[in-house]
């Protein structure tokens, strides 16, 4: 299992979205295909395919817990995590 299954199963989980490190959670995306652009402390993320446009934004070195979840919503509707 890699380092991105694993942070997949715990964003699926859903029991640790304020503790899912930032840095992480914008490499997933990379992984999964996500085109980045950063302006400022915004980082947009789209994918072709995909109708929502992902804004993430630093907590820290955190991601914002209602960004993990926005996150998981995503991943089970266009079933990224192999479901």
Excluded: W
């Excluded at 029991?15 to 402390?41: K, Q």
């Excluded at 929502?52 to 995590?81: D, L, T, W």
């Amino acid at each position: 299992m890699t380092r991105h299954d694993k942070l997949i199963d715990r964003i699926l989980r859903g029991a640790a979205d304020a503790n899912i490190d930032f840095d992480d959670l914008c490499a997933l995306l990379g992984h999964l295909g996500f085109t980045s652009r950063v302006r400022g402390s915004h980082h947009m993320f789209s994918k072709s395919g995909v109708s929502e446009r992902i804004n993430r934004q630093r907590n820290g070195a955190k991601a914002k817990p209602y960004q993990v979840r926005q996150v998981r919503s995503i991943i089970v509707k266009y079933r990224f995590g192999g479901e």
